[in-house]
């Protein structure tokens, strides 16, 4: 089973986080059955930008993404070449390094 790394982010996962996922799964279902809660919006429908995540390792393991997750990417705070939506970046055989942005464009946000 490939190993996800959560790199440490300020209040979602201060300490980061290393486990194993099955194949098949988002890298945002992936985490959140680990108890770490990144922002998903619109309940991981590929509406928002609110999942957001750069991935600093596996990148390319991954199915490129179709066109409204680059759309939305676009609007993504902190793009960078290897940002992903994590509701929409689904797990494959290699292991990954997935960093949380800083910051998100969420205007409302239930968790805070």
């Given at each position: 089973m490939p190993?996800?790394?959560?790199?440490?982010?300020?209040?979602?996962c201060?300490d980061?986080?290393?486990?194993?996922?099955e194949p098949?799964i988002?890298?945002?279902?992936a985490a959140?059955?680990?108890?770490?809660?990144?922002?998903?919006?619109?309940?991981?429908?590929?509406?928002?930008?609110?999942?957001?995540?750069?991935l600093?390792?596996?990148?390319?393991?991954?199915?490129?993404?179709e066109e409204?997750e680059?759309?939305?990417?676009?609007?993504?705070?902190?793009?960078?070449?290897?940002?992903?939506?994590?509701c929409?970046?689904?797990v494959?055989?290699?292991?990954?390094?997935v960093?949380?942005?800083k910051?998100?464009?969420?205007?409302?946000?239930?968790?805070h």
């Open positions: 190993k996800i790394t959560i790199l440490p982010h300020e209040s979602i201060p980061g986080a290393e486990f194993e996922s098949g988002s890298v945002l279902d959140l059955g680990q108890k770490i809660h990144i922002e998903h919006a619109c309940e991981k429908s590929c509406a928002c930008t609110t999942c957001h995540v750069v600093r390792e596996g990148y390319y393991s991954l199915e490129e993404p409204n680059e759309d939305y990417l676009d609007k993504a705070w902190g793009l960078e070449p290897e940002s992903r939506l994590s929409q970046a689904i494959a055989d290699e292991d990954l390094v960093e949380i942005p910051y998100t464009i969420n205007m409302v946000s239930e968790n």
